[in-house]
């Protein structure tokens, strides 16, 4: 069974799409869409643009979308999902992808998701962190005792490694701790405290952009982060869409979950390359590869 994935915020980079825009005249048609959609010209900060461009949340949530899904419908009939799923901002296009809602409603939602989280971060200084070499239950035990700052397991990517998030503060004490107890902690490039409590109020912004929007039930089911399940009602993608601003992405776990529902192929579809490794670190022996 084929499981097709779709990356998150980080996977950016300059060029990104540029093969697609040139190479086929229907995947040109839906980029230019898009810029008319978004109100200006992505296209030209993804493919010449400059890595600080793509590291603008407004930018670079709906230039990683519009890479994925795009190749998604440029595979065409070579796209044939058993289940899908995405990391973070890929849940977004693993629901277009598999037919959950129209291209033109997902690029809106991704707009507002992402302008509603750029609000967040310049509201309140926060970061992300990744922690490497130990065990999840020991990150948990470290965040849940800085009890006067916010800081929270946000990502749950494969075994090993953890991202944490909160304010810049919080953060920092629980790197310090992560060094003590002989881990490793690298951080993160990013605007600001994602899937965290403090991306509440862009979960609050984001619900009446989600309730307007038509959800059709899925082509395949869809591996949501808030639980690693499997779900097609369109009621439940919408409520669980929502719940993803403020909880961890259980990534491993969603992982597992398509291994024991029969996945055999993981199937990256857009930039980069960093599920495939997520994938392998759960089973290294896993058939994982990109669509490009």
């Given at each position: ?122 509201k309140t200084p926060s970061t992300m962190a990744a922690v490497l070499k130990l065990d999840d239950k020991t990150v948990e035990d470290i965040c849940a005792a800085i009890a006067d700052e916010v800081v ?35 951080p993160l490039a990013v605007g600001g405290a994602f899937h965290s409590p403090l991306m509440e109020p862009a979960r609050v912004e984001l619900a009446e952009a989600i309730e307007k929007t038509t959800f ?77």
């Amino acid at each position: 069974m084929k499981a097709y994935v779709f990356p998150g915020q980080g996977a950016q980079f300059v060029g990104m799409g540029k093969n697609l825009y040139d190479g086929n005249a229907d995947c040109r048609a839906m980029f230019e869409k898009a810029n008319e959609i978004i109100g200006f010209r992505i296209t030209d900060l993804m493919f010449a643009g400059t890595p600080e461009d793509l590291k603008q949340t407004r930018v670079t949530q709906p230039a990683i979308f519009l890479h994925s899904v795009i190749l998604a419908k440029y595979l065409g009939e070579g796209f044939r999902p058993d289940m899908v799923g995405g990391h973070s901002l890929g849940e977004f296009s693993a629901l277009v992808a598999a037919g959950a809602m129209s291209f033109e409603d997902g690029l809106r939602l991704v707009i507002a998701r992402a302008n509603a989280m750029q609000k967040c971060c310049e509201k309140t200084p926060s970061t992300m962190a990744a922690v490497l070499k130990l065990d999840d239950k020991t990150v948990e035990d470290i965040c849940a005792a800085i009890a006067d700052e916010v800081v929270v397991p946000a990502n749950y990517n494969c075994p090993g490694q953890l991202v944490i998030s909160g304010t810049n503060e919080g953060v920092a004490r629980a790197c310090e701790r992560v060094k003590e107890a002989k881990g490793k902690a690298l951080p993160l490039a990013v605007g600001g405290a994602f899937h965290s409590p403090l991306m509440e109020p862009a979960r609050v912004e984001l619900a009446e952009a989600i309730e307007k929007t038509t959800f059709c039930r899925p082509v395949c089911p869809c591996y949501q982060n808030v639980d690693a399940m499997p779900h097609s009602d369109p009621a439940e993608i919408k409520q669980n869409l929502l719940m993803q601003l403020t909880s961890p992405v259980r990534w491993t776990a969603t992982v597992q979950h398509m291994m024991a529902d029969g996945a055999t192929e993981f199937i990256e579809v857009g930039p980069g390359t960093a599920l495939q490794g997520m994938v392998k670190r759960v089973d290294p022996e896993a058939n994982a590869h990109s669509a490009e």
